[in-house]
């Protein structure tokens, strides 16, 4: 048998003495100002331009909900021409890069939508979720985690949900119970795969003993 390493000596620490190991360190929820920068900047338009951003904006949700994400960026592309620092346009904007496959561009665009959404929870849960995804499917596992966590804080159920299983000491748990229930859940289909292979006079016997012994 090959020797265990630190690493598996250290997983085997945690499970078995567990209140010996403080938990990982919780996401702080990002500072939050009492005005966004977003909404600064959407305060100071005309009502003409807030008006044209926000027409240019539903354009662009219904193209990219109608399959046509190239022309949604287009769109929002437009309205930010008008105000460049209106955090749901990067957000929405970064969906539809996504959809396109253009992860380095949708993430900048989150990080804008981040930085100047700062003070609109709503916007921030969903900047937050969405980069999350992001980084899981760039493959950045802590960054995903961490922006699940605070979108979770911030209040969006799915990524409340997503930061359990994402989170390791979770995973590291779940495989264990997998491998202490293998063993009952294999006998029990074994029990189950028997009795079904049993004749049918057999199986009626079996039964009318059953209820004899109940009586």
């Known amino acids: 048998m090959a020797a265990s390493t630190q690493r598996d000596n250290h997983i085997l620490d945690l499970i078995f003495n567990p209140g010996s190991h403080p938990a990982p360190p919780a996401v ?47 769109q929002f592309t437009l309205a930010l021409a008008i105000c460049d620092k209106y955090a749901s346009l990067y957000n929405n904007r970064a969906q539809a890069l996504r959809l396109l496959g253009k992860n380095d561009e949708a993430l900048a ?55 359990v299983r994402e ?21 029990l289909a074994e029990s189950n795969g028997a009795a079904a292979a049993l004749p049918p006079a057999t199986k009626r016997a079996r039964t009318a003993g059953e209820d004899e012994m109940q009586q």
């Open 109 to 163: 665009d989150l990080n804008c939508a981040i930085e100047y959404g700062t003070g609109e929870a709503f916007v921030l849960k969903q900047a937050y979720t969405q980069r999350a995804v992001l980084y899981k499917a760039m493959g950045n596992q802590d960054a995903a985690l961490a922006d699940f966590e605070t979108a979770g804080k911030l209040g969006s159920d799915v990524a409340r949900v997503a930061a």
């Open 28 to 74: 702080p929820l990002p500072a939050q100002p009492e005005e966004s920068i977003s909404s600064k900047a959407v305060a100071a338009l005309s009502a003409d331009q807030e008006s044209q951003m926000r027409q240019r904006e539903a354009e662009g949700i219904k193209l990219a909900e109608a399959g046509q994400p190239s022309a949604a960026v287009d």
């Open 167 to 187: 989170n390791p000491f979770a995973q590291m748990c779940n495989a264990i119970m997998d491998q202490v229930m293998a063993p009952y859940k294999q006998a």
